[in-house]
């Protein structure tokens, strides 16, 4: 997706949210027919008696009526891929949505002529029932757009993302093997002794976003007063994602166009950032610890940085088993728990190698990472396939 920052005006501001309001209307409703939904009864509708059935009630209710079909289908549209993608056990079930949380809706069939360049760094986009809405024109437009997503985030900004599969970036052609270990202290430790951290809020940044929780925690609910502190808080944790996100574009590609092979760990991150407070009958251990070590690792983007190393490098990035790379020597391969003395440094009783912990980890997962691709016949860069002997050509001669 590449996205735009949207400014609409406030009359234009006044239709998107009605927009929004319908497409989650219709969201909720889709998720209401299924929730009903038990053994022994009917299957709830799909998408197509779904599209029927908002046809009548645009009918018989003007307000709906008043609002873009293709708003609506859409919302159902998305309804129906999401619960494939339940079914399919990639995604949690479809829930509700809410005002304010995740707004936003989806226009298909966008023609060459519904965006527009007015200036340098000015655009138009014709949003149905809105007419002509400006973006600011940050990058090139993709070529052959036919959908787009106009969102609202917390903090009050609008986006627009028009959906455009991107190509690859090709390799080096050098051959050579990256080992990236994921951690909190140091958001990745390459096998090259490079240590990358992902950006956050500046400290007097922390400090006010301390002082609105607590003012938040004093506000009476439903005031306007609690309203412009949420506002608040969220344009600060808006600028801490914009900031973390733009890290992991700018290391993505940039390990993508310097190495032919990625190797990474292959975490679970869902269930190592699962809260351990536990039950009433059983309760967790060191619970505010777990909470803080889940909030590193969600801050750190461990996720997202596979995510589009994956989709940058499709086919490049290896994925290896996590365990004992941080205790096993990358000189000498001996598994030692005692040889990490703290967090950042690394110490083999055995051959005296010191250095790094995080670094020590990557060299582990790039040298595992040779081995992987050596197995399968070599790596994915135009070398020489391993092979088995030939008879006839052991004959000849």
């Known amino acids: 997706m590449s996205r735009y920052r949207l400014q609409p005006s406030p009359a234009q501001e006044a239709v998107l949210l009605e927009h929004c309001g319908h497409a989650r209307f219709v969201w909720n409703l889709a998720v209401e027919q299924h929730a009903h939904w038990r053994p022994g009864r009917k299957s709830a509708p799909g998408f197509a008696e779904q599209c029927r059935q908002l046809t009548q ?7 709906l009526r008043a609002g873009s079909i293709i708003v609506q289908q859409q919302a159902l549209k998305d309804f129906a891929q999401a619960m494939a993608n339940f079914f399919g056990g990639t995604h949690r079930r479809p829930t509700w949505r809410r005002r304010g949380q995740g707004e936003g809706f989806r226009i298909v069939a966008v023609k060459a002529g519904d965006v527009r360049r007015l200036s340098r760094h000015v655009g138009e ?5 809105v007419g002509w809405v400006r973006f600011r024109w940050s990058r090139a437009l993709p070529e052959g757009v036919k959908s787009c997503r106009v969102t609202r985030d917390a903090a009050g900004r609008w986006h627009v993302a028009f959906a455009a599969i991107p ?7 050098t051959g050579g093997v990256v080992g990236v270990d994921r951690g909190v202290a140091v958001s990745a430790a390459l096998s090259t002794g490079e240590l990358l951290h992902a950006p956050a809020l500046r400290d007097a940044e922390k400090a006010r976003l301390l002082r609105l929780l607590r003012r938040l925690a004093r506000a009476e609910r439903g005031s306007h007063r609690r309203g412009r502190v949420k506002v608040a808080i969220a344009r600060l944790k808006a600028r801490e994602r914009d900031r973390r996100r733009d890290w992991v574009e700018k290391t993505s590609t940039d390990l993508a166009r310097r190495f032919g092979v990625i190797a990474v760990e292959d975490l679970k ?13 059983a309760p967790g251990r060191s619970v505010r610890q777990k909470a803080g070590l889940n909030r590193g690792i969600l801050a750190a983007g461990w996720g997202r940085l596979v995510a589009r190393l994956e989709q940058k490098a499709p086919g490049r990035v290896v994925k290896i088993n996590p365990a004992y790379t941080s205790q ?3 000189a000498c391969g001996i598994v030692d728990r005692q040889a990490r003395e703290s967090q950042a440094s690394f110490r083999c009783r055995s051959c005296g190698y010191a250095g790094n912990a995080d670094v020590n980890a990557a060299r582990n997962i790039a040298h595992a990472a040779g081995h992987a691709v ?6 994915p860069l135009g070398e020489p396939t391993n092979r088995e002997p030939q008879r006839d050509l052991l004959l000849m001669g």
Request: proline residues 12%; hydrophobic residues 35%; charged residues 25%.
């Open 125 to 129: 986009v014709k949003v149905p029932k």
């Open 269 to 281: 991150i869902a269930n190592m950032v699962r809260s351990a407070k536990g039950t009433i009958d």
């Open 167 to 173: 190509e690859p970036i090709p390799a080096p052609g």
């Open 328 to 330: 096993r020597c990358s």
């Open 57 to 63: 009630a645009r009918g018989e209710f003007a307000w």
């Open 374 to 379: 050596s197995a399968r016949g070599g790596p």
